[in-house]
T-cell receptor
Framework: EAGVVQSPRYKIIEKKQPVAFWCNPI?????LYWYLQNLGQGPELLIR????????DSQLPKDRFSAERLKGVDSTLKIQPAELGDSAVYLC???????????????FGEGSRLTVL | KNQVEQSPQSLIILEGKNCTLQ??????????LRWYKQDTGRGPVSLTI?????NTKSNGRYTATLDADTKQSSLHITASQLSDSASYIC???????????FGTGTRLTIIP
């Protein structure tokens, strides 16, 4: 079975340009996360979806970032316009939420590395 | 504020040697603690998941321990191999809202 698939793997753009990242989670996983990871740091949550509902987007910079998860499967993360400080790796992760325990294993994609010039 | 602190930040050891990575957390209420391995340029991969009642769990040469009273965990790597070179990230999951709090990771380098 395929894991979490992200594209593109690498993207180089000039500042003020828009960019979009796509994530296809593992089949049947109802919880989907977008994380931002800077070099040498742990991932930081941008947004979490339960099915198609964004249940935690408190850390998403809504002036320039947007995300959607139509039909509760694939998701896209968009930045418009991009700034120099947005250069980072954008990780998508998914898991099958189990009732109560929260112990469902979390699977990450390979990430999309963004460079803003 | 929920926090996860890892030490050391980086570690270099000779191939074949053992090492131990540390994770201290202040996350409450606690649900479970996870260790991930992240190779350079790749996404994190799960090594272990430990709940409140588990104080040790092994995955091949990796052994994680958990002391829920002192809120500490360790990851012990036995007979290190060159392929163990990676960042190791400790993640603590909150009970209820299932929020994940990530540590900044320990960068491990194995040299021949």
């Amino acid at each position: 079975e395929a894991g979490v698939v992200q594209s593109p793997r690498y993207k180089i753009i000039e500042k003020k340009q828009p960019v979009a990242f796509w994530c296809n989670p593992i089949s049947g996983h109802n919880t989907l996360y977008w994380y931002l990871q800077n070099l040498g740091q742990g991932p930081e949550l941008l947004i979490r979806y339960e099915n198609e509902e964004a249940v935690d987007d408190s850390q998403l910079p809504k002036d320039r970032f947007s995300a959607e998860r139509l039909k509760g499967v694939d998701s896209t993360l968009k930045i418009q316009p991009a700034e120099l400080g947005d250069s980072a790796v954008y990780l998508c992760a998914s898991r099958q939420r189990t009732s109560g325990s929260g112990s469902g294993e979390l699977f990450f994609g390979e990430g999309s590395r963004l460079t803003v010039l | 504020k929920n926090q996860v602190e890892q030490s050391p930040q980086s570690l270099i050891i000779l191939e074949g040697k053992n090492c131990t990575l540390q994770c201290n957390y202040t996350v409450s209420p606690f649900s479970n603690l996870r260790w991930y391995k992240q190779d350079t340029g790749r996404g994190p991969v799960s090594l272990t998941i430990m709940t409140f009642s588990e104080n040790t769990k092994s995955n091949g040469r990796y052994t994680a321990t958990l002391d829920a009273d002192t809120k500490q965990s360790s990851l012990h790597i036995t007979a290190s191999q060159l392929s163990d070179s990676a960042s190791y990230i400790c993640v603590v999951v909150s009970f209820g809202n299932e929020k994940l709090t990530f540590g900044t990771g320990t960068r491990l380098t194995i040299i021949p």
